[in-house]
């Protein structure tokens, strides 16, 4: 697969499917002048985050947070050891993004990196690579030694003062870990189990050391903002949303895969560069942010644009930016039981309603799905849910509330249709049928 | 000491070049890229495996072993030489990841978490790859990424993988 579309691409633009990710080519394509022009002008850090305010750029790991706010939050001339950590633990269902940023534009997160890192004094860097995407977590250790070798990362980078160490750190398969402190807690070499906030990351993060922890694709943007400057990043977005955003668009499409566009594009126009719904079916929900994000009905999302605040206003959230298409073939119940087994089988133990609470929603779900629910199953699950929310450490109790509230708020027939007749809505042979998988030619 | 003759020279090389990616008193954040090396080297982790990771990163055993146990791709229990995780979540679904995970079952005669009697190949299921577009995917081994997977490509990997 491949970035399949753009429109006015600055992420992507100019990359050439898996041959263009060396050193050699990022060069030629404008790669490291960003990097070059702050050692040779001696630019402040300052003059750094004041830039990346100025582009409203904000974090593409699901939250959304003002990512030049965050780094001033950075005590930058205490002394000691300061960390950068790049978040690629992509394990969000539905997000696929970083895997093409890392497979095709390797080098601009490390330029990204490097230039986070002089911003905001840290010393050392990891960028904390999914554990299942081993043969990217290779590619990136191929990159850096080939920036290593130039003097891009390392020691006295580009001959000026600036020294910062940059390692790549591979996962194990722990979705958990993708919650800032929690890959933390990883790279210290233990269970990644979420930690208590306050205190934040950047007066207690990595080792006890002030730390700042962003998306890959939130880095891979900054070299991009530094060349073509903070407002001109803004308006290849939209107002409140700077930017060009990667959409990962899954599930009942005719061509999943990566699109970079505006913020603000109109979902439709999305839908159609995917090729609109597979096998010109009806759409039925989709899932604009991740599977965290709330789902939204057909016709709701058909008036969204694909940024924070229209998709806010519809009761989701733009999230990761992974975009889950499901069509008419689509059983809902069986849906959101895939994702509560997910988030039951990935709630890392440590708070009791997650914990005990996850496993009772996917439970009840499964029993509704085999056709063994009872009348009052719907409102166990919302009373279910609004006990989990709010009371945990991390979000992900948050995360695995928030699919099922929502499906039951936009589906709640077909959930209340299984309860009574025991079966789906949709055929089992026109579910079977949905994925294609039995009639797909070689 | 017989426990780290579980760890060869060149595991041992191996995982000092991870050691060396975090501050010198930061050994145990080595300790993931370790279990994953000692994992490769003999298939699975053994307790003396973790036990041997362990002492060489001067860290207690029970927190190398509560490590291995929370990280979902390392194997507590001898797998077949082949292990092929099939990815089931929601995206992959849709586009046929439990229908992969099915077709797989039937053609190996086997269960979930189950190995063949010759002992080539084990099937589990995973949780999102980070792969989505690609769906259906499935992972060889911990290590590579299998993309688009058609009844016909499945038929294809199974033959290769000997
Ligand atoms: C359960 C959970 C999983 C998360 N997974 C990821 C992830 O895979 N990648 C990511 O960048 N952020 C993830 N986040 C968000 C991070 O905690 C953090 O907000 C983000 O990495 C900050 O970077 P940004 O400001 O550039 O977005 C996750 C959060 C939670 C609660
Ligand atoms: S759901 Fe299978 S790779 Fe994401």
């Not at chain 1, 750029?57 to 205490?78: H, I, N």
Request: with cysteine; aromatic share 8%; proline share 5%.
């Amino acid at each position: 697969m491949a970035i399949l579309g753009s429109i006015n691409p600055i992420l992507t633009a100019g990359l050439d499917g898996d041959r263009s990710w060396r050193l050699a080519d990022y060069v030629a394509r404008g790669g490291y002048s960003a990097l070059r022009r702050i050692i040779a002008e001696r630019t402040t850090p300052e003059q750094i985050i004041a830039e990346v305010k100025k582009s409203v750029l904000r974090g593409r790991g699901g939250a959304g947070f003002p990512t030049g706010l965050k780094w001033s939050f950075m005590p930058r001339t205490l002394p000691g050891d300061k960390y950068l950590i790049c978040n690629s633990d992509e394990g969000e269902p539905g997000t696929f993004k970083d895997r093409d940023l890392l497979r095709y534009n390797p080098h601009a997160v490390i330029e990204g990196m490097v230039i986070a890192g002089y911003a905001i004094g840290a010393t050392r860097g990891f960028n904390y690579i999914h554990g299942e995407i081993w043969e990217l977590y290779q590619r990136f250790e191929d990159a850096l030694a080939e920036a290593r070798a130039e003097g891009l990362v390392g020691k006295h980078i580009l001959g000026g003062d600036f020294t910062f160490e940059l390692f790549a750190h591979h996962g194990y398969g722990a979705y958990i870990c993708g919650e800032e402190t929690a890959l933390l807690e990883s790279i210290e070499g233990k269970k990644g189990q979420p930690r208590f906030k306050p205190p934040f990351p950047a007066s207690f993060g990595l080792y006890g050391k002030p730390t700042t922890i962003n998306n890959t694709e939130t880095l891979a943007s900054v070299p991009f903002i530094l060349n073509m400057g903070g407002d001109a990043f803004l308006a290849a977005g939209k107002a409140n949303n700077g930017g060009p955003k990667l959409f990962s668009v899954s599930g009942h499409v005719e061509r999943p895969g990566n699109y970079e566009v505006p913020m603000g594009t109109p979902f439709a126009t999305l839908l159609e560069m995917a090729g609109g719904v597979r096998g010109g079916r009806k759409l039925k929900g989709v899932i604009p942010g991740g599977s965290s994000s709330p789902v939204l009905s057909a016709e709701l999302m058909m008036d969204c644009t694909m940024d924070y605040d229209s998709i806010a206003k519809a009761g989701s959230m733009l999230g990761s930016g992974a975009v889950i298409v499901m069509d008419e073939t689509t059983c809902m119940v069986k849906a959101l039981e895939r994702l509560s087994y997910f988030y039951y089988e990935e709630s890392c133990g440590q708070c009791t309603p997650c914990r005990e609470g996850t496993g009772w929603l996917y439970k009840i779900i499964q029993r509704i799905e085999n056709g063994l629910g009872r009348p009052e199953d719907l409102d166990l699950l919302s009373s279910i849910t609004g006990n989990i929310m709010g009371r945990t450490i991390c979000a992900l109790g948050d995360a695995a509330s928030m699919p099922v509230q929502s499906f039951l708020k936009h589906f709640r027939d077909e959930f209340a249709y299984h309860i009574e007749h025991g079966r789906c809505l949709v055929p089992r042979e026109v579910q079977r049928a949905g994925s294609g998988f039995f009639t797909a030619s070689a | 000491m017989q426990n780290s003759l579980m760890l060869t020279p060149e595991l041992i090389a191996r995982i000092d070049r991870e050691i060396a990616k975090y501050p010198v008193e930061q050994k145990q954040s080595a300790v993931m890229a370790a279990l994953a090396i000692a994992q490769e080297a003999a298939g699975w982790l053994s307790p003396e495996a973790i036990e041997a990771v362990a002492s060489y990163l001067e860290m207690s055993p029970v927190a190398a072993l509560e490590v291995a146990t929370f990280y979902n791709m390392y194997d507590l229990k001898p797998v077949g030489r082949h292990k092929l995780t099939v990815c089931t979540n929601l995206p992959c679904m849709l586009s046929g990841g439990m229908h992969a995970l099915e077709y797989l079952q039937e053609k190996l005669g086997i269960g979930l978490d189950e190995t063949t009697p010759d002992g080539k190949f084990t099937l589990k299921q995973g949780e999102c790859m980070g792969a989505c577009g690609d769906a259906p995917v499935l992972l060889v081994n911990n290590r590579h990424m299998c993309c688009s997977m058609t009844p016909a490509e499945i038929d294809r990997l199974l033959a290769e993988l000997d």
